[in-house]
DNA sequence: GCACTGTTGATAATGATTACTAAAAACGTC
DNA sequence: GACGTTTTTAGTAATCATTATCAACAGTGC
């Protein structure tokens, strides 16, 4: 974290982030701030939402839904459920290999890659049935 | 493909997401749509669009930049070049093992999974350099 | 032809994100 | 701690992608 000034709104929106398991939305950490800083900005949430998966402090990920933010800045994968919609950490998988492979069938230089997982999560295979309404919902 | 009425608009459109190799936005459609239907509607292009991947058709998928369409419907992977933009598919991989590891170590029921590659294509490493400016350009 | 159903084009509405700007805060220097 | 400089902020307007609405139209079967 380079020269970065933690100034309160900043500091606010960074502990949104982490003091979550949402993977939040913009629209959901300026709720959370707003309570501590009534007269925040939502414009202020975006930019140092920005700023902070600039520095790498935040990581920054792109859904159906828009933009979410995850305070696991460290590389891992992703579950989503498909009945209740939470975003769930899982551990990234094999390193290297998979790369070396790829690029020996392609050419291509792969420096990243990311797995993402869709299917039921513990609590609503226990519950049974199909996918809740409520799982569509965004945060 | 149940029934599904190939209108002209609906022809030209799915014609348009298979005749590139692009992985076209909405946008891109629309445009490409219009030479040869000048008065087709933006709504007709993404309303088509969804119907067409709600009937597997077509497969549509997120990223940073907004919604995009892929004429492959069939299950595969995505390599994206941060150096030129393009996105390429590449074959899926394992298929059961990584599902039943995760569904051991977590408790989740995995149905589904994807990969998204980053790294330099071919061309773009012998060009070598750094990425251009070019590459974050949608289209 | 006539009723019925699905589709279209045009446009308005919505929602997320970004741009702009004047004022406030933080900083470094004296 | 006042002063000039730089960064950040709140507030709001602007932009952009996507969706909703709706009257007109086309296709189908009778």
Do not use: W
């Amino acid at each position: 974290m380079r020269g970065l000034r933690l100034t309160r709104p900043r500091r606010l929106i960074l502990e949104a982030v982490r003091d979550t398991d949402v993977h939040p939305t913009a629209a959901f950490v300026y709720r959370r701030v707003r309570r501590r800083l009534p007269r925040v900005s939502l414009a202020t949430v975006y930019r140092n939402l920005r700023v902070l998966a600039a520095e790498g402090v935040l990581a920054e990920r792109a859904d159906a839904g828009g933009l979410r933010f995850d305070g696991n800045a460290e590389p891992h994968d992703h579950f989503t459920c498909i009945g209740c919609g939470r975003i769930h950490d899982v551990p990234v998988r094999r390193g290297r290999a998979v790369r070396a492979r790829l690029a020996a069938q392609t050419g291509f230089e792969v420096l990243n890659h990311r797995t993402e997982y869709f299917g039921r999560c513990g609590d609503c295979r226990r519950q049974g049935g199909r996918p809740s309404p409520k799982g569509q919902r965004r945060s």
